[in-house]
């Protein structure tokens, strides 16, 4: 097809843009010629002219379309067409977690630092928890933001030290926003599809449906008549908690004149919304629905997917998603403080954004632009677009004089899994090895639910137990007549612990179980009242939080390896790999229809093909609890670890148990890093045609299809061995053999046949 440009008046400031399909660049179908807009920084029409005659030479010509060219482009046209092009192009495009290493390194054991991960089901209070580590009030710091929903949806890395207070901020990728902007689009199209009023439309545009996406943070809250009638029968009395009124000199606060505003400019968008999704919904529903109230189920979902998959291709939603963008890409210009770093001259989407100041109060203020959730700044909030902030500064908890050298690393919450057979995200088990404590927070009301449970599942079969730390929040309103006491409590919540241990041992051998029972009890701190300044905890929570953090400090010292070294014959570990694929395969046939389970339920077809819609357009590996990458990993890693404890031999035979546990956990780890990289490639990487193609089914059976492209890839990326390979599942084989003969031979062992 032919590609061309050209311009139209800029959106809410002066000036001209250049609109374009890149030929490079897929859209959200995975299709090449991504529409792209892009500001030309010019008023003069003829120069916006000669602009646009440039760009359409460049999309006239192939051999420019390569992200090697991008210095000879540069001699050929103006440096603004030449960064629209080529932006999201290039492959040099640093990565988040770099991007801050570059301002901010991030220190470890070689600069005295421990390093603590914190892992939590979203409310659990770990948050929370980081605020009295860090000594933040929750009245006038509110850094990190807390919330009984999903608040913390990005990286928060806390840096406590003496010196100025520093800021490094990254954003997720324009495409990555774009691609939820368009979801949320279609959720609210959607609400027209189901004839849903006005509020129904404006609550799906400004939530995605995994609640971390919210552009209401950016565009403002949908205001209603329910807003409006008082709360006083909902009062239940000051407490002894963060105060929900703003504060009289609330500089944050959108004022009223600019939230009136961005009311009008959010029904415009209902509006536009409403007209799309009402037009091309009458279309559809007239060929394909004649008569609705007769048609079956399977018809309404064809009808339903085909609509959705029409919206894609339909040009006033995609002007409607860049209106959108564009007025997203305005709340940056707001910022008037600190570094905000882009790729380039027409790239509008910023990488990172920097600041140093000695002023505490002003750090923060600044620094909550990007970590709010503040209902009264909704329409100024940067929030959602966050992918990680650093901070580094005198940042100390005020309970305690302790000044001790800690990292600390909070990200997004595990949400609520309903069973314990969902993995962890691997957003969080990749850090395992780079930390030296793991602390599950879980709440002490309800210990050791399904969340918590894949927790200590992966902590222990990645060999990691030794890094393990919980802390109990909620222990105040553990309650109840036959628990007179603290000792009685603490029990309580315990059992919970040594419950789910004794249930873990169906899973993994019981030397690994016995290891953590030994330990687990000195490992578990309890806390309550976390909502609360650091002034108001009582002595006993106080008390407790000193214990946590000598547990951290101790943690950067870890044991010396036993000198013991364990041998393995390679024969055991096909049958562990068998073990594990078919375990994986089984689960997915199950969430897929396949089959039918007790325990793991059929996901809805709209999750599995969201689940494949982020996985073709290179978005993520995972959606919500769906997460192949994790199972896969978690699966192959349970499977090896109960191979690992069956060593055919020793160099010298360990003391005991414990000894024996403590020199096969750094191959542990070892392997389970590895099988990250493993996985990705294998279910990812070598299938990403097939993830693309299943993408692209729409129309009556489409699930059906859909669904067995999925199972497709997963025979082939996991294939289950048996006594007549295929040479898929051989290369699977062989994969597997080499991470666990490297990570043995790494630490000393060997594994040979005998």
Same mark, same amino acid.
């Given at each position: 097809?032919?590609?061309?440009?050209?311009?139209?008046?800029?959106?809410?400031?002066?000036?001209?843009?250049?609109?374009?399909?890149?030929?490079?660049?897929?859209?959200?179908?995975?299709?090449?010629?991504?529409?792209?807009?892009?500001?030309?920084?010019?008023?003069?029409? =003829?120069?916006?002219?000669?602009?646009?005659?440039?760009?359409?030479?460049?999309?006239?010509?192939?051999?420019?379309?390569?992200?090697?060219?991008?210095?000879?482009?540069?001699?050929?046209?103006?440096?603004?067409?030449?960064?629209?092009?080529?932006?999201? +192009? /290039?492959?040099?495009?640093?990565?988040?977690?770099?991007?801050?290493?570059?301002?901010?390194?991030?220190?470890?054991?070689?600069? #005295?630092?421990?390093?603590?991960?914190?892992?939590?089901?979203?409310?659990?209070?770990?948050?929370?928890?980081?605020?009295? +580590?860090?000594?933040?009030?929750?009245?006038?710091?509110?850094?990190?933001?807390?919330?009984?929903?999903?608040?913390?949806?990005?990286?928060?890395?806390?840096?406590?030290?003496? #010196?100025?207070?520093?800021?490094?901020?990254?954003?997720?990728?324009?495409?990555?926003?774009?691609?939820?902007?368009?979801?949320?689009?279609?959720?609210?199209?959607?609400?027209?599809?189901?004839?849903? #009023?006005?509020?129904?439309?404006?609550?799906?545009?400004?939530?995605?449906?995994?609640?971390?996406?919210?552009?209401?943070?950016?565009?403002?809250?949908?205001?209603?008549?329910?807003?409006?009638?008082?709360?006083?029968?909902?009062?239940?009395?000051?407490? &002894?908690?963060?105060?929900?009124?703003?504060?009289?000199?609330?500089?944050?606060?959108?004022?009223?004149?600019?939230?009136?505003?961005?009311?009008?400019?959010?029904?415009?968008?209902?509006?536009?919304?409403?007209?799309?999704?009402?037009?091309?919904?009458?279309?559809?529903?007239? =060929?394909?629905?004649? $008569?609705?109230?007769?048609? /079956?189920?399977?018809?309404?979902?064809?009808?339903?997917?085909?609509?959705?998959?029409?919206?894609?291709?339909?040009?006033?939603?995609?002007?409607?998603?860049?209106? @959108?963008?564009? &007025?997203?890409?305005?709340?940056?210009?707001?910022?008037?403080?600190?570094?905000?770093?882009?790729?380039?001259?027409?790239?509008?989407?910023? $990488?990172?954004?920097?600041?140093?100041?000695? &002023?505490?109060?002003?750090?923060?203020?600044?620094?909550?632009?990007?970590?709010?959730?503040?209902?009264?700044?909704?329409?100024?909030?940067?929030?959602?677009?966050?992918?990680? @902030?650093?901070?580094?500064?005198?940042?100390?908890?005020?309970?305690?004089?302790?000044?001790?050298?800690?990292?600390?690393?909070?990200? /997004?919450? +595990?949400?609520?899994?309903?069973?314990?057979?969902?993995?962890?995200?691997?957003?969080?088990?990749?850090?395992?090895?780079?930390?030296?404590?793991?602390?599950?927070?879980?709440?002490?009301?309800?210990?050791?639910?399904?969340?918590?449970?894949?927790?200590?599942?992966?902590?222990?079969a990645s060999g990691n137990y030794g890094k393990l730390a919980i802390a109990f929040t909620h222990f105040d309103q553990v309650k109840g007549l036959n628990l007179p006491g603290f000792a009685a409590k603490r029990a309580h919540v315990l059992a919970s612990v040594h419950n789910y241990l004794a249930r873990l041992r169906d899973v993994l051998n019981g030397p690994i179980v016995t290891a953590i029972e030994r330990t687990i009890d000195a490992q578990c701190f309890m806390l309550g009242g976390l909502d609360a300044a650091s002034e108001k905890l009582p002595g006993g929570v106080r008390a407790q939080l000193e214990q946590l953090m000598e547990q951290f400090e101790r943690a950067i010292t870890p044991p010396p390896l036993p000198d013991a070294k364990p041998s393995y014959d390679p024969s055991g570990l096909g049958f562990a790999v068998q073990r594990a694929a078919d375990s994986f395969q089984r689960a997915w046939k199950f969430r897929l229809g396949f089959a039918s389970s007790a325990e793991i339920s059929k996901e809805h077809w709209t999750r599995v093909k969201a689940l494949n819609r982020r996985i073709a357009n290179e978005l993520d590996v995972e959606y919500d609890s769906l997460?192949?990458?994790?199972?896969?990993?978690?699966? @192959?890693?349970?499977?090896?670890?109960?191979?690992?404890?069956?060593?055919?031999?020793?160099?010298?035979?360990?003391?005991?148990?414990?000894?024996?546990?403590?020199?096969?956990?750094?191959?542990?780890?070892?392997?389970?890093?590895?099988?990250?990289?493993?996985?990705?490639?294998? +279910?990812?990487?070598?299938?990403?045609?097939?993830?693309?193609?299943?993408?692209?089914?729409?129309?009556?059976?489409?699930?059906?299809?859909?669904?067995?492209?999925?199972?497709?890839?997963?025979?082939?990326?996991?294939?289950?061995? #048996?006594?007549?390979?295929?040479?898929?599942?051989?290369?699977?084989?062989?994969?597997?053999?080499?991470?666990?003969?490297?990570? @043995? $031979?790494?630490?000393?062992?060997?594994?040979?046949?005998?």
């Amino acid at each position: 097809m032919p590609y061309t440009a050209s311009k139209s008046p800029t959106k809410d400031r002066p000036g001209f843009s250049i609109s374009f399909r890149h030929p490079c660049r897929h859209d959200s179908k995975g299709k090449p010629g991504l529409k792209v807009r892009r500001g030309l920084g010019t008023a003069i029409a =003829e120069e916006a002219d000669a602009l646009v005659a440039q760009m359409n030479k460049l999309l006239a010509d192939e051999s420019w379309w390569n992200a090697s060219r991008y210095n000879d482009a540069l001699q050929a046209f103006n440096p603004i067409v030449v960064d629209a092009f080529f932006d999201g +192009l /290039q492959a040099s495009v640093q990565n988040p977690v770099a991007l801050r290493d570059s301002v901010i390194p991030l220190p470890g054991r070689a600069d #005295g630092y421990a390093r603590v991960l914190f892992v939590g089901t979203t409310g659990a209070g770990k948050t929370s928890l980081l605020r009295h +580590l860090i000594g933040s009030n929750p009245d006038k710091d509110r850094f990190p933001s807390t919330s009984t929903a999903k608040t913390t949806v990005s990286d928060i890395e806390v840096i406590p030290d003496s #010196g100025p207070y520093r800021a490094a901020v990254t954003f997720f990728s324009e495409h990555a926003i774009r691609a939820n902007v368009e979801d949320c689009v279609v959720a609210a199209c959607s609400a027209v599809w189901d004839s849903m #009023g006005d509020e129904k439309v404006a609550d799906r545009l400004l939530h995605h449906a995994d609640q971390r996406f919210r552009l209401r943070y950016l565009l403002g809250a949908w205001k209603t008549v329910s807003d409006d009638v008082a709360d006083d029968d909902w009062d239940f009395g000051a407490g &002894d908690g963060p105060s929900a009124a703003p504060v009289a000199d609330d500089r944050e606060a959108v004022p009223p004149a600019d939230a009136a505003a961005l009311q009008v400019k959010l029904a415009g968008y209902v509006d536009r919304v409403k007209t799309i999704a009402t037009a091309m919904a009458a279309a559809i529903k007239a =060929e394909l629905l004649p $008569e609705p109230s007769t048609a /079956q189920p399977e018809d309404l979902q064809a009808a339903l997917e085909i609509f959705q998959s029409e919206l894609l291709d339909d040009e006033a939603f995609r002007d409607l998603v860049l209106d @959108i963008m564009d &007025d997203i890409q305005l709340r940056f210009d707001r910022l008037d403080v600190g570094t905000l770093t882009k790729r380039g001259k027409a790239a509008r989407w910023p $990488e990172l954004w920097t600041y140093e100041t000695a &002023d505490r109060d002003d750090f923060l203020r600044q620094v909550r632009w990007f970590s709010s959730n503040y209902a009264p700044a909704f329409g100024r909030l940067l929030t959602p677009l966050v992918d990680g @902030i650093r901070v580094r500064g005198p940042l100390h908890p005020v309970f305690t004089n302790r000044r001790d050298k800690v990292v600390y690393l909070d990200g /997004q919450g +595990l949400g609520h899994t309903p069973d314990s057979s969902s993995s962890v995200t691997t957003h969080v088990t990749q850090r395992f090895a780079d930390v030296d404590t793991i602390l599950l927070v879980d709440n002490a009301e309800q210990p050791v639910q399904a969340a918590a449970q894949a927790v200590l599942r992966a902590v222990a079969a990645s060999g990691n137990y030794g890094k393990l730390a919980i802390a109990f929040t909620h222990f105040d309103q553990v309650k109840g007549l036959n628990l007179p006491g603290f000792a009685a409590k603490r029990a309580h919540v315990l059992a919970s612990v040594h419950n789910y241990l004794a249930r873990l041992r169906d899973v993994l051998n019981g030397p690994i179980v016995t290891a953590i029972e030994r330990t687990i009890d000195a490992q578990c701190f309890m806390l309550g009242g976390l909502d609360a300044a650091s002034e108001k905890l009582p002595g006993g929570v106080r008390a407790q939080l000193e214990q946590l953090m000598e547990q951290f400090e101790r943690a950067i010292t870890p044991p010396p390896l036993p000198d013991a070294k364990p041998s393995y014959d390679p024969s055991g570990l096909g049958f562990a790999v068998q073990r594990a694929a078919d375990s994986f395969q089984r689960a997915w046939k199950f969430r897929l229809g396949f089959a039918s389970s007790a325990e793991i339920s059929k996901e809805h077809w709209t999750r599995v093909k969201a689940l494949n819609r982020r996985i073709a357009n290179e978005l993520d590996v995972e959606y919500d609890s769906l997460r192949p990458v994790a199972d896969f990993v978690g699966r @192959i890693t349970e499977e090896i670890s109960n191979f690992l404890d069956h060593p055919v031999r020793w160099s010298r035979v360990p003391k005991d148990d414990t000894e024996a546990q403590e020199a096969i956990a750094p191959i542990r780890q070892a392997v389970f890093r590895e099988l990250h990289s493993l996985a990705v490639t294998r +279910l990812v990487d070598e299938h990403l045609t097939d993830w693309r193609r299943g993408n692209d089914h729409k129309g009556k059976g489409s699930a059906d299809r859909r669904a067995v492209d999925i199972r497709g890839i997963y025979e082939l990326a996991a294939p289950v061995p #048996g006594t007549v390979n295929s040479e898929p599942a051989l290369d699977f084989m062989k994969a597997v053999r080499k991470i666990v003969r490297a990570a @043995i $031979e790494d630490q000393g062992g060997e594994m040979k046949t005998l």
